[in-house]
């Protein structure tokens, strides 16, 4: 179901607080949460995608698009109150179609990489398309972030949403089995907050492995590199890759070397260090093993962006996260308001499995059986320094 050229406002929020003269108590109502959509232009297969913004009872807005459920944009208030974006992504669908390196993107249905494109599955050989050197990355040449999404309101007391759901075909980029993967952006409506949900059922065991690329500058998209932001992750441990970005299955202790992260850091700090796994990357491309004692939503990142004053934490359900420091970008794309997007000017923060895991059985599973429904949650907190 698409919903076009209408505006949902949740109930407003009601809240007592006791005035300066007394215990009277007053009702103060808070502006109410809105969505609200529009075309968004026509995807290379004829089909119309459009956008949806959202908007809390803070003002801060979420833009996300049905072509690649994309987020679009973020907008959130710096230490000053100054609203400003802190994705990277394009004024138009043109950009996302022409020359995005996933933008804002869902991917999928393997997101990250899979060594050669091929893996065993049950005894049968299954070769993916080959999009990355001599692997396969983000789904293959047309993966989740190049298809239109079938899209719905999701409305509810805590905030309000986009639900995005698409069907991947037996076979589709090499494959197994009918995939229906649901997508859900909630923005909150009492916190600066994106809830995004992932769910998935298939007819035949498969492996599906999704995440949102979205490039952050919390400083705003378009004003320089990420190199001063400080990141704080809670990891020990990461999986070392060859020179080809597929893990080695070895998983490696950070301590000591420029993956070290449990301190506050700043990006740049350790980004030209003399180091095999840096150079691998070209700066940062590594999945991290996220602490945590068992299942479930656990904090794991911590970001600052000192000017600005911005800041984002990251929570997840996921066993890793791929933090990825834009090496890539090369100041060859001109983004959102004429910006062009130089080398390192936003950083990814991709809650995942393990890049690579249908080869390594010393990794947490990704095979989604026949039945099963897989389930994962990542939350992108948004606040300021006090």
């Known amino acids: ?8 406002a949740l109930l407003p929020m009601v809240f007592l607080v006791a005035t300066a003269c007394g215990p009277k108590e007053e009702p103060v109502v808070t502006k109410p949460s809105t969505y609200a959509t529009a075309a968004f232009g026509t995807a290379p297969d004829g089909k119309p995608a459009e956008i949806y913004t959202l908007v809390n009872s803070l003002g801060m807005e979420v833009r996300a698009m049905s072509y690649g459920a994309t987020i679009v944009s973020i907008k959130v208030p710096d230490a000053k109150g100054v609203m400003g974006d802190v994705v990277l992504g394009f004024d138009s669908l043109a950009g996302y179609v022409k ?11 393997y997101g990250n990489r899979i060594a050669r494109g091929r893996f065993v599955l049950d005894g049968k050989a299954y070769t993916l398309a080959v999009n990355n050197g001599p692997n396969a990355l983000h789904g293959g040449l047309k993966g989740f972030d190049k298809n239109v999404w079938a899209a719905e309101p999701v409305r509810s007391d805590s905030g309000v949403g986009v639900a995005f759901t698409l069907v991947s075909p037996d076979g589709d ?36 492995n999704v995440t949102n690329h979205s490039y952050f500058n919390l400083a705003g998209a378009g004003t320089g ?32 070397t420029p993956f070290d992260f449990k301190a506050p850091t700043a990006i740049g700090a350790r980004i030209e ?9 070209g700066g940062y491309d590594h999945n991290f093993v996220i602490n945590r004692s068992g299942p ?4 794991f990142a911590h970001v600052v962006e000192p000017t600005s004053g911005r800041t984002l934490d990251v929570s997840t359900t996921e066993p890793g996260v791929q933090f990825y420091s834009g090496n890539f970008l090369d100041g060859t794309i001109t983004g959102k308001g004429g910006h062009v997007y130089p080398r390192r000017s936003g ?5 995942q499995h393990y890049p690579d895991s249908p080869n390594h059985a010393n990794f947490p599973t990704t095979i989604l059986q026949p039945g099963a429904i897989y389930k994962s949650r990542t939350v992108f907190a948004f606040g300021v320094t006090k």
Do not use: W
Request: proline content about 5%; hydrophobic content about 35%.
């Open 1 to 8: 179901m698409t919903f076009t050229n209408r505006r949902l």
């Open 296 to 299: 479930g939503l656990v904090h």
């Open 225 to 256: 590199d990420i190199l001063g932001h400080v990141l704080t992750l809670e990891a020990d441990s990461m999986t070392p890759v060859d020179a080809t970005l597929i893990p080695t299955g070895k998983i490696a202790a950070v301590t000591g």
């Open 273 to 281: 260090a003399k180091d095999e796994q840096i150079k691998n990357g």
């Open 99 to 109: 020359s995005s390196p996933y933008f804002g993107a869902v991917v999928g249905r």
């Open 347 to 351: 950083f990814c923060l991709e809650t």
């Open 173 to 208: 980029q090499g494959y197994p089995g009918a995939l229906t993967t649901r997508v859900t952006y909630t923005l909150m409506s009492l916190r600066n907050e994106i809830v995004i949900d992932y769910e998935g059922s298939t007819d035949t065991a498969t492996p599906i």
